[in-house]
């Protein structure tokens, strides 16, 4: 008798903010941290910035864990994520406005680069039938993480 959880894409404090194998969301806290730190205003992305991604806050992920381990149920799996996805152009804008505020980011797309996967995004409806949703507001968790990220980048 087991319970899977599977998540959507994580973000949260101790993230991986590795230039080269990073996932997609912590490099652009450090890409647009960069451009902060040296008064520039282009962010270069890969593809062309129309892929959707859902995330989910690692507080999310930890509580639903909490919430599972409590609950009879009878399904084995279990999809866990927001159940809402948004383009990576939404993201970088986002994330922009809450690191570099008062700063127009002007993006570009380096569409020799691949766009990766048209759209990840979970069916989240038997986790919502349970009575679990996630509830950090991504603005706090972005606030959370990039907070994060200063600390270890210094």
Not at 66 to 72: E, H
Not at 99 to 123: A, C, E, M, S
Not at 127 to 147: L, P, Q, R, S
């Amino acid at each position: 008798n087991y319970k899977c959880l599977m998540p959507t894409n994580t973000f949260g404090p101790n993230d991986n903010y590795d230039s080269l194998n990073s996932h997609f969301f912590p490099s652009l806290i450090k890409k647009i941290h960069i451009l902060k730190k040296n008064n520039k205003n282009v962010l270069t992305l890969w593809g062309d910035g129309s892929p959707k991604r859902e995330l989910i806050f690692v507080d999310d992920l930890a509580e639903a864990c909490i919430f599972f381990m409590n609950k009879k149920i009878k399904e084995s799996l279990i999809n866990i994520g927001t159940g809402k996805d948004y383009t990576i152009k939404q993201y970088a804008k986002l994330l922009s406005r809450i690191i570099y505020p008062g700063r127009k980011i002007k993006i570009k797309f380096d569409k020799t680069k691949p766009n990766g996967t048209p759209r990840k995004v979970l069916n989240i409806n038997l986790a919502k039938k349970y009575g679990w949703v996630a509830k950090t507001d991504i603005k706090k968790a972005i606030e959370i993480t990039y907070k994060d990220y200063l600390i270890k980048s210094t």
